[in-house]
């Protein structure tokens, strides 16, 4: 038999505090893993209690090559892009932004929530686009909460935010084989995850699991072997995010908040938004700048990270 906990890949989070008590912790692309499935990106974000007068917005800036994935346990944010999508993201919502061939979006403090005090707390994931639809029209799809399917599955609540598991499909649209589950994991609870995909991994959100009993701690990544599943436990209630899909079909750059398998294609976008040419906002008038390299911008933002 395979000793799969020896094999299994963890992960720890980069952190970045961007002020406020407002943190986020990066787990991919990680220097021993630069993907999962069509994942290159995940960052989980919070929970930071947003005040009046606080604010996290994040301007507009460029994508292109990737779908944007977000998802919320707490709070709220008003999305907007270039195509004119005006939407809030509440929790529980699947966001799925593709960009293809160049997309620009921002993500702000909701009107109707400036007075308030309130929590924030989530996931932002990329995911790559397959080669063939990297160039792809850009587009922009919610599905609320109410359209995602959950189901009780060994004692565990299981929604299938993207993909399909345990006899159930969620109505997301993706290019490629893409799982993404959430899994609220009860205490004392036993639950055999099988292998929904070529590659798989387990992010423990709030509390400690166990991974085929080798113990995860909060905020880590487990990356399982090729072609397998797992079985994860915890002595507490704990919420499990899994990640997976087909392998990439080839390699990706990802510089600033570009993903391509062609690494000309990602100077060439910088030089064009530099030119303004990917695209506004309507109503906004603000813009992330280019970092210096590797685009040869005098002056780069450093107060900024892609979101």
């Known amino acids: 038999m395979t000793d799969t906990a020896a094999q299994t890949q963890l992960l720890q989070p980069h952190d970045k505090d961007l002020g406020g008590g407002f943190k986020v912790r990066r787990l991919l692309p990680a220097a021993q893993r630069r993907s999962v499935g069509p994942f290159v990106f995940f960052d989980h974000f919070g929970p930071a209690t947003e005040q009046p007068g606080m604010e996290h917005d994040v301007r507009p ?80 799809e919610h599905t609320p909460a109410s359209a995602i399917p959950e189901v009780v599955e060994q004692g565990a609540a299981v929604r299938v935010l993207v993909g399909e598991a345990f006899g159930q499909r969620s109505p997301v649209k993706t290019l490629s084989q893409t799982i993404y589950l959430d899994i609220a994991l009860p205490a004392g609870g036993r639950f055999e995850l099988p292998a929904l995909a070529p590659e798989l991994a387990v992010y423990v959100v709030d509390a400690d699991a166990s991974v085929n009993g080798e113990s995860i701690p909060a905020h880590t990544m487990a990356v399982l072997p090729d072609g397998q599943g797992a079985v994860l436990t915890s002595g507490i209630a704990a919420r499990l995010m899994v990640i997976g899909g087909e392998p990439l079909d080839g390699p990706r750059y990802i510089t600033w908040n570009f993903v391509s398998s062609r690494r000309e294609r990602i100077l060439e976008a910088g030089s064009d938004w530099v030119a303004q040419r990917m695209g506004h906002v309507p109503g906004e008038t603000e813009f992330i700048p280019v970092p210096g390299k590797p685009f040869g911008v005098r002056e780069p933002d450093v107060g900024t990270t892609p979101v």
């Not at 779908?67 to 346990?73: A, I, N, P, R």
């Not at 309130?118 to 990329?126: A, F, I, R």
């Open 61 to 140: 800036h460029p994508h292109i090559g990737l779908s944007t994935v977000t998802y919320l346990f707490e709070g709220a944010m008003m999305h907007r892009d270039s195509l004119g999508s005006v939407q809030e993201i509440l929790p529980g919502a699947i966001n799925w932004m593709t960009a293809g061939r160049g997309i620009v979006h921002s993500e702000r403090k909701p009107e109707r929530l400036k007075a308030d005090t309130y929590v924030n707390h989530g996931l932002q994931l990329w995911a790559a686009l397959p080669q063939a639809h990297e160039e792809a029209e850009p587009s922009f």
